[in-house]
């Protein structure tokens, strides 16, 4: 079965550099999460998207914006990095609009370095 | 506020039960998810209960909530060496945000 995809997988950007970073939901699902995992902490929500408009909003950085297009994948920005940012970064999917709306699938994730 | 707490280690016998346990505070919780985390990989949804039940068995895992304590168990039988990860309790209030916990490392040894 398809699965979300996540690219790239591995980044290394300096300080005050920029990341992009790209999610490609399950096919037919229409919401989209993200999640940061610090080094051995449990994910922190970020921010997520129903039908391309925002639909929550975590402890997302104000040097971090997101959005999702119209193919229903979505793209988190990343500006001025900080060595703090280094983590993995996680995307989920979910098809709010059926009865299983509310199972979240994860990416195989994006580990961020900031040197 | 929303809190999910987890014990942080489990070391049991291979071919024995596991059972990992979480509290959370939330009472408006919905579903609360089992999450399995690999190392380097991502996370799996094992499996969830839905906030009326108190029950819910899938192949070797069951799950059990007690809802007054706001108590979440997950029960793996018969563990194996594959089973060996880390364990995310998780909860949401249906479609929004899932809330998780510290997780718990499980070391299945022979």
């Known amino acids: 079965a398809a699965g979300v995809i996540q690219s790239p997988r591995h980044l290394i950007k300096e300080k005050r550099e920029t990341a992009t970073l790209k999610c490609y939901p399950i096919?037919?699902?229409?919401?989209v999460y993200w999640y940061q995992q610090g080094p051995g902490q449990d994910p922190q929500f970020l921010i997520s998207?129903?039908?391309?408009?925002?639909?929550d909003k975590g402890s997302i950085p104000d040097r971090f914006s997101a959005q999702q297009f119209s193919d229903y994948h979505s793209e988190l920005n990343m500006s001025s990095l900080e060595l703090g940012d280094s983590a993995l970064y996680f995307c989920?999917?979910?098809?709010?609009?059926?009865?299983?709306?509310?199972?979240?699938?994860f990416g195989p994730g994006t580990r961020l370095t900031v040197t | 506020g929303e809190d999910v707490e987890q014990s942080l280690f489990l070391s049991v016998r291979e071919g024995d039960s596991s059972v990992i346990n979480c509290t959370y505070t939330?009472?408006?919780?919905?579903?609360l998810y089992w999450y399995k985390q690999e190392p380097g990989a991502g996370l799996q949804l094992l499996t969830y209960?839905?906030?009326?039940?108190d029950m819910k068995q899938d192949q070797r895992l069951t799950v059990l909530l007690n809802k007054k304590d706001k108590h979440l168990s997950l029960r793996i039988a018969d563990t194996q060496t594959g089973d060996s990860a880390i364990y995310f309790c998780?909860?949401?209030?249906?479609?929004?945000?899932?809330?998780f916990g510290a997780g718990t490392r499980l070391a299945v040894h022979p």
């Open positions: 998207f129903y039908e391309k408009m925002q639909s």
């Open positions: 209960i839905f906030s009326n039940m």
């Open positions: 939330d009472s408006s919780s919905t579903y």
């Open positions: 096919p037919r699902h229409d919401t």
């Open positions: 989920a999917s979910s098809p709010w609009s059926r009865g299983d709306g509310h199972e979240q699938y």
């Open positions: 998780a909860e949401s209030n249906g479609y929004n945000k899932l809330i």
